[in-house]
């Protein structure tokens, strides 16, 4: 499954509290499998490749913040086996 990143557009608390239209955000050229969004508002995604997607710097006049790619490392490490 291939996940889109979308965002509510023209959200105003006082006219208009549920904005008015949905805005694809276009991700690199990897397929993002999964996304979340931690408590202080950083909306990130991994990818079947072990990258790491994370939107930074999102605020009201830029709502799809700033896009940066990591590459995660991960290691299977398993105590039970000699």
Request: hydrophobic share 40%; proline share 5%; charged share 15%.
């Amino acid at each position: 499954m291939i996940i889109k990143v979308v965002y509510r557009e023209a959200v105003n608390t006082e006219k208009c509290p549920e904005g008015n239209t949905w805005r694809e955000i276009q991700s690199p050229c990897v397929s993002i499998t999964q996304m979340s969004i931690s408590r202080t508002g950083v909306v990130w995604g991994v990818t079947w490749e072990g990258i790491a997607v994370v939107r930074i710097g999102i605020t009201y006049h830029e709502p799809t913040g700033k896009l940066r790619c990591f590459v995660l490392v991960s290691y299977c490490l398993n105590p039970l086996v000699s």
